[in-house]
């Protein structure tokens, strides 16, 4: 029977393994003409953030608007790109050649993002196009208030 031990731990390794793809998702955003749709998108941490439709369009997290500690990212201009996002908390990106036209979108991690009063503080510091980048921060909260997640 020493040989049937092995055996069910990697059946058991495979099996967890396997739940552990099962539970992270991959939620796609496409980039509509100067839209970001959805313009929130709520994931849970590990799950990832596919960017497509992305011909013209690029995606940029903005300073001091990711979670502390979170990895930024600058995606290249009119390619589909892939984020995963471990870390809870709120995080706006934005359009590089579209952020005037309010090209701004946000990821959301987990229910309950710790990050909002950095995120407002943070906006003193944008220069371009900053009433698009409060425009997304308001939908942001305002979707949160709909989820029942605001505090
Ligand atoms: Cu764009």
């Keep these: 029977m020493w040989i049937f031990k092995p055996a069910m731990t990697l059946a058991a390794l495979v099996l967890a393994i396997g739940t552990m793809v099962a539970h992270a998702d991959e939620v796609v955003v496409r980039a509509v003409v100067t839209n970001f749709d959805p313009l929130v998108a709520f994931?849970?941490?590990?799950?990832?953030?596919?960017?497509?439709n992305m011909t013209g369009h690029d995606s940029a997290s903005i300073e001091g608007m990711i979670p502390?500690?979170?990895q930024g990212w600058h995606s290249k201009l009119g390619e589909e790109f892939v984020q995963t996002f471990d870390k809870e908390g709120a995080y706006v990106y934005k359009c590089t050649p579209h952020v005037s036209a309010g090209m701004v979108g946000v990821v959301v991690v987990g229910d309950k993002p710790g990050n909002l009063e950095a995120i407002d503080a943070a906006l003193e510091n944008v220069q371009e196009a900053k009433n698009m980048v409060a425009r997304a921060i308001r939908k942001m909260k305002q979707a949160l208030e709909s989820?029942?997640?605001a505090s």
């Excluded at 994931?43 to 497509?52: A, C, F, H, I, L």
């Design 43 to 52: 994931v849970k941490p590990g799950d990832s953030v596919r960017w497509t």
């Design 68 to 70: 502390e500690g979170a």
């Design 147 to 149: 989820k029942g997640s």
